[in-house]
């Protein structure tokens, strides 16, 4: 019996482990459910299975109430997460998913924070034929959920155009090198050919074996100065080493996440720790190691300890580090000096190797046609003459990269008729916000997210503007539940759903994403969260030093303590009258 068959844990396995097991290498039963006309939903085992293969069932959680009384089933739909390793996208690609979110979808796109897309509103008689399309163009969804590695990230600010080719070769290998090799995704979506598979166990899935991860993995590439991939929150984080302006190999940092449960103080988000250096060319035997451990390791009996973090917590970096040192057959060297100066995007107009790039800020990454800004439109009418590249950045903006001297100036015009803004004129709060989304789709969500943060921002605005705080960038965040897709854990300012109008709120986080912040006040509205926040960014205007972040500042007066690491993240806090 291998490491893995074993379930290194105390306790039995989960139920999910029994579902991979009995899935046949992620097939289930999916197939059956698609094709049974009288419900649109599938069954409870299948929707476990299908987030494998890049799609998660939901229901509009506005309707319920309103079907519940008609004695109707709910408004079951599917949302698609289409994975764009380092965010990359054609102008065809860009075109593909615009048109499909209009035939099969609810008319918009999600630009996540994970780089990849996300289409919403899906009904389960389209879900094929738009996973078909989505094949056409050459994308896929697989992997893009589920218990594997997930969207490979990587660098996206155009400033760095010079080496950004370098990362994101290396980002679109490692995304393919640890895809799920089973033919399963194929069968069912594209009907290749259904054959009794004669290959041993071992060879299906070489790496993830029958029962694949405990639980998700994420992988970043960041390239510093910028932080934009928040590397520290990643399972597993590579960060570029420049010397000379030239790529000469990668920091290792292991065991970051997002993710807790309310209540329970067995779980934390967690920053990862940088534990040496490798050359570009061992990246993929690095991540392949450093997984097939989790693999072995990870707990498969309590999901919510399932996380890579918590594997290493439970066993302590050194024993992580001998553990890779003898799977490898080599040692990483010691780590290299790097510096981070900020984690967020630079709007407007870059020029870099000959070509330009304009990073667009498109609030919360939700890519739609709004009353009086037609932004879905314009980069629909941009797409079709564009001849560069789509980057989706991780803090849900756009890059329209690699543009040709020749066609600036009708991009220009474009950006111009209809509106399209480069974000420099919104505050700097807002440059620096993102929100999950959170309701009516998301079933985790307990408070909203995407539709209520612009509102509290605005609110947030007014009491900037009269602090003379407008420019400040200051990062804020809000997630609609504690799962943390919008990384909230890292913000300077973050709210967290706990019910309806109801947010814990953190503050402290590290300004390039280095440190997390800590609970400030549990389960308050709008007007105490107005309440608490007017006096501090009072005070932070008459009392910060020069250059002091807001993160920064909050610790120093004593507002909460700075907290390192996840381990301290529950620690009582010291809450300034």
Known sequence: MTKNDAFQQDGPPSDLERIKEDSNYLRGTIEEGLADRITGAISDDDTKLLKFHGSYQQDDRDLRDERRRKKLEPAYQFMLRV????????????????????????????????????????LKWDLKKTMREINGSLMDTLAACGDVNRNVMCNANPYQSEIHSEVYNLSAKLSDYLSPQTNAYHEIWLDDEKVVDSRKPEEIEPMYGRYYLPRKFKIGIAVPPSNDVD?????????AILEKGKLKGFNVAVGGGMGMTHGDTATYPQVSRVIGFCTSDKIIEV???????????????????????????????????????????????????????????????????????????????????????????GLREIAKIHTGDFRLSPNQNLVISNVTPEKKQEIIALVEQYGLTE??????????????????????AMAESERYLPSLVEKIEGILDEAGLREEEIVIRMSGCPNGCSRPALAEIA???????????????????????????????????????????????????????????????????????????????????
């Not at 593909?96 to 899906?122: E, P, V």
């Not at 967020?344 to 330009?356: C, F, L, N, S, T």
Request: with cysteine.
């Open 287 to 377: 991540a392949e190691k450093v997984i097939t451990i989790q693999r072995d390791y990870g707990n498969r009996s309590n999901r919510k300890n399932a996380r890579f973090k918590y594997t290493i917590d439970a066993r302590g970096l050194d024993w992580f580090k001998a553990e890779l040192n003898e799977r490898l057959g080599w040692e990483l060297t010691a780590a290299r000096d790097y510096h981070f100066d900020h984690n967020g995007d630079r709007y407007g107009w870059v020029e870099g190797d000959g070509k330009w790039h304009l990073t667009l800020f498109i609030q919360n990454g939700r890519v739609k046609d709004f009353a009086g800004y037609p932004l879905q439109t």
């Open 423 to 444: 974000g420099k004129h919104y505050s700097a709060l807002k440059r620096n916000s993102m929100a999950c989304v959170a309701f009516p789709t998301c079933g985790l």
């Open 231 to 239: 590397i520290f929150s990643q399972d597993l984080g590579f960060i």
């Open 83 to 122: 994975r764009a390793p380092g965010g990359v996208a054609t102008p065809e690609q860009w075109l593909t998913m615009d048109d499909l979110s209009q035939k099969y979808g609810n008319g918009t796109l999600k630009l996540t924070t994970r780089q990849a897309f996300q289409m919403h509103g899906i």
């Open 495 to 577: 709210f967290i759903g706990k019910a309806p109008g109801k947010y814990n709120m953190y503050l402290g986080g590290g300004f390039i994403g280095d440190r997390l912040n800590r609970l400030y006040r549990e389960n308050i509205d709008e007007a105490e969260i107005l309440e608490s926040l007017r006096p501090m960014l009072f005070q932070y205007a008459k009392d910060r030093h020069e250059g002091e972040h807001f993160g920064d500042y909050v610790v120093r007066a004593g507002y909460v303590e700075a907290v390192k690491s996840g381990l301290d993240f529950h620690k009582a806090d010291t809450v300034k009258a």
